[in-house]
């Protein structure tokens, strides 16, 4: 096999045919890499392969046309047969030595993301993943290639068959989705498309059942080759060619119904197909059967999707996945909600229960207002899907009040797109109108009221409490009085400082900022999902436990000032530093009170000093801990276990900054030089190989 190896190996190396491959593969690989990477400043270079791959449609005829079907014109193919060589050690020989070939640009392109790495932030691990595939893409239409070398004499027949079959596989799920197929055809053109796997690689998957593919097409081939260059074509050979085709299906198929986080690895920075702890908990407690159906046309499946669906039913039996087909099933999604879905939204249906999904309620985007565009922001599959199996398979869902009529302020599309999320229904109350606080009501939320409650008001919110109620109090700073908000704080022994707090410690409040306040956290189960993290209150009031406090309360802080804060008590001074008059700390910005009703019954009043917890923009510059430490405080109150809000993976792009010089050095050393050096060596090479 050696001697055959060398031997094609330095017939590719001695004539322009190698040489050709290698530069145009590099040339136009190098184009994109330039544009996008260098130009653009976009770092993900599995993106730049994915883009190429039809340049392997081209140039592999172009280096496999000759294999065999040069041997069979010149009827060397004799000789060969003849050798004291094995079939399949011949077929090997000339197959490794175009790999070795292949493998010579890919060698070069491996470089390409170092470059890079020198103008920002880039994810080796996913780069070299997509390298891979590629490679093994590359590999398995080499083989392909070789193959259909073997069935003609003529080189352009073969080069011409070669291209049309690669295409063929290519384009065999796009084919299936123009043509409407469906049932077996559409599996089958589906199997047969070599694209596919590449796809997962790409994407930051490390996919052993795509690494099994490719190897399994590699292998076919190669044996089809042989089988074709046996001089004897009987029954046997024709059973043995069956049997390989019926084995590397039935591989195939038994690896993809194994579950998929056992063979196929996220690599991806936003790790977009792993399911955290939130997610594992929910699915090991499941007593029924869930079933997640994705509803998209047949080969219009939204890749990372399907992965992810793929990924919830190997975390446990009771999940099952289908896709439904709207076209084939037009009545299917209409049993279970009147949405108008769109395609490849996601059907959680329960026993007793079913919620839709919307696709554009996974894939987030955000607007520039600059440009009037929108960009993908996050993928939320994770937690929109948890969240609906654990609606689902809940036995009731939890019913919390928001107060109003007291100039409250209004929840954010965010926030309350998050609290329903954690499967709990949000109402609004006005107890104007209403005699009592409703029975069903889990907690009262009052959120920035900056008007005073009425008496009647008052005496309905402390008897819901008597009876073992729960409220969640965001105050808003007021010039106003408010006696009955006071007194109802007093009541849960919460004194209230005048003024608005100024941290003193520049380690607890933002640069020049002393009133955005960091405060610390203290450890308790409302706290415990931030523990590690920051949270950030804007013109916040300082709290204090009432000295005088009764003994059926129990009172706990939750987030804590410095003992250098202070309670600015003229707040139309000027000077920021503490004056006299003004309060010393430290103070408490949160804390949660504990009323004992009797063994079985307990109220919980829970106060944050200001409303801007809620708010988006200062949320944002703590990276969404404001929110999370929310959304943990609500699942206390609603008796979760876990919280099931989880939060989206960011798929927001840190561009690369390339000057434009570098752009123009690597965009001439890459496009031109290094191809235009493979075509002089090539050249150089061939011309003295002919005047020898």
Not at 18 to 47: D, E, K, Q, R
Not at 422 to 441: F, G, H, M, Q, R
Not at 516 to 534: E, G, H, N
Request: charged share 15%; net charge negative.
């Amino acid at each position: 096999m050696c001697a055959i190896y060398k031997k094609e190996l330095r017939a590719y190396l001695t004539s322009m045919t190698g040489y050709i491959f290698m530069a145009v593969l590099l040339a136009v690989t190098s184009l994109y890499y330039v544009a996008n990477c260098l130009v653009g400043g976009y770092p993900v270079f599995g993106a730049i392969l994915s883009s190429v791959y039809f340049v392997l449609l081209i140039i592999v005829p172009v280096l496999t046309m000759r294999s065999m079907a040069e041997e069979k014109r010149q009827k060397t193919d004799q000789l060969l047969m003849t050798a004291p060589v094995s079939l399949w050690k011949i077929v090997l020989g000339k197959y490794l030595a175009m790999v070795t070939v292949f493998l010579i640009p890919m060698a070069i392109l491996c470089l390409y993301p170092l470059i890079i790495l020198r103008f920002g932030s880039v994810s080796l691990t996913m780069a070299y993943t997509a390298i891979l595939g590629y490679t093994l893409f590359g590999a398995a239409c080499l083989a392909i290639g070789l193959f259909l070398s073997a069935v003609t004499e003529s080189q352009v027949i073969a080069a011409v068959l070669t291209f049309g079959v690669l295409f063929f596989l290519n384009m065999a799920s796009g084919i299936a989705n123009v043509i409407g197929a469906s049932g077996l055809l559409a599996s089958i053109l589906n199997a047969l498309c070599i694209y596919q796997p590449f796809i997962n690689f790409v994407q930051g998957m490390f996919d052993l059942t795509g690494i099994l593919y490719y190897m399994t097409v590699i292998v076919l081939a190669l044996f089809l080759t042989v089988q074709l260059l046996q001089k004897k074509h009987g029954t046997y050979r024709a059973s043995m060619v069956v049997f390989a085709c019926v084995a590397a299906v039935l591989v195939n198929l038994t690896a993809g119904k194994l579950p998929s986080q056992y063979l196929k690895y996220d690599v991806s920075d936003q790790k977009l197909f792993t399911t955290g702890d939130q997610t594992a908990e929910i699915v090991k407690g499941l007593d029924e059967d869930i079933t997640l159906y994705l509803i998209a046309q047949q080969g219009s499946e939204d890749a990372t999707l399907q992965e992810l669906l793929d990924r919830y039913a190997g975390l446990s039996s009771r999940i099952k996945v289908e896709t439904k087909d709207p076209v084939l099933y037009p009545n299917f999604v209409s049993q279970y909600t009147s949405e108008n879905l769109s395609e490849n939204s996601v059907l959680v249906v329960g026993q007793n229960r079913s919620k839709a999904v919307d696709y554009y309620d996974i894939y987030q985007y955000s607007m520039d207002y600059s440009t009037y565009s929108s960009s993908l922001s996050s993928f939320d599959g994770e937690g929109q899907i948890t969240s609906a199996i654990a609606y689902v398979t809940a036995e009731n869902m939890p019913v919390v009040y928001t107060l109003a009529g007291h100039d409250e302020a209004e929840l954010s599309t965010t926030v309350t797109s998050s609290i329903e999320k954690e499967n709990i229904e949000l109402k609004s109350l006005s107890l104007l109108t209403e005699e009592a606080v409703p029975e069903d009501a889990k907690a009262v939320i009052i959120y920035g009221a900056i008007s005073d409650i009425s008496e009647d008001e008052k005496n309905k919110l402390e008897a819901y409490m008597e009876q073992g109620g729960q409220m969640v109090l965001l105050l808003g700073y007021t010039d106003k009085d408010t006696p009955n908000l006071d007194s109802l704080l007093g009541d849960y022994g919460i004194t209230l400082a005048d003024g608005l707090v100024l941290e003193g410690d520049s380690q607890h409040h933002l640069p020049n900022y002393p009133y955005y306040l960091l405060p610390d956290i203290q450890s308790s189960a409302y706290t415990s999902d931030v523990s590690s993290r920051y949270v950030l209150l804007a013109f916040a009031q300082g709290m204090t436990e009432a000295a005088d406090i009764s003994e059926d309360l129990t009172y706990e802080s939750l987030l804590t000032t410095s003992a250098k804060s202070y309670s600015k008590t003229n707040l139309e001074s000027e000077n920021l530093d503490q004056e006299e008059g003004d309060i010393a700390g430290p103070f408490d910005l949160g804390a949660v009170v504990t009323k004992t009703i009797d063994e079985d019954t307990e109220a919980k009043l829970i106060v944050f000093s200001s409303e801007t917890l809620l708010d988006e923009q200062v949320d944002s510059m703590v990276s969404g801990g404001n929110s999370t430490l929310f959304l943990n405080v609500m699942s206390q109150l609603v008796d979760h276990e876990n919280t099931v809000s989880i939060e989206p993976k960011s798929m927001s792009t840190e561009y690369l900054t390339v000057s434009a010089g570098s752009a123009i050095f690597w965009g001439i050393l890459t496009i031109i030089l290094i191809p235009l050096f493979l075509l002089i060596t090539g050249g150089v090479i061939w011309f003295g190989r002919r005047k020898r």
